[in-house]
């Protein structure tokens, strides 16, 4: 079955960085849309960075200019880079691959997740 595997979660300070990866099996990676999701405690799961099958991304306001998105369809991985990191980015982060608008409403895929905690 398809999985998702993130790794390079961890305990961090505050203003530190850290690389989130996520690696992909049994998809054609380079046709999903890859994004990187969190979950805080009580709150909603939200999107953090998307990047296309075109390697586009797009951020959520909050990490504009901290965090990037990139991919390495080679190895079907997709990276999370984070920096300038801050108490409120502690998270479970989830890494989701979709296809569904160019494979069908089942292609649609979710990581195990990951926990970021940065400490002040």
């Known amino acids: 079955q398809v999985q998702l595997v993130e790794s390079g979660g961890g305990v961090v300070q505050a203003g530190g960085s850290l690389r989130l990866s996520c690696v992909a099996s049994?998809?054609?990676?380079?046709?999903?849309?890859m994004g990187w999701y969190r979950q805080a405690p009580g709150k909603q799961r939200e999107l953090v960075a998307r990047?296309?099958?075109?390697?586009?991304?797009d951020y959520t306001d909050s990490v504009l200019g901290r965090f990037t998105i990139s991919r390495d369809n080679a190895k079907n991985t997709v990276f999370l880079q984070m920096n300038n990191l801050k108490p409120e980015d502690t998270a479970v982060y989830y890494c989701?691959?979709?296809?569904?608008?160019?494979?069908?409403?089942?292609?649609?895929?979710w990581g195990q997740g990951t926990q970021l905690t940065v400490s002040s």
């Open positions: 989701n691959a979709d296809a569904t608008l160019t494979l069908g409403r089942n292609n649609n895929y």
């Open positions: 990047i296309s099958r075109g390697g586009n991304p």
């Open positions: 049994r998809i054609t990676f380079s046709l999903y849309a």
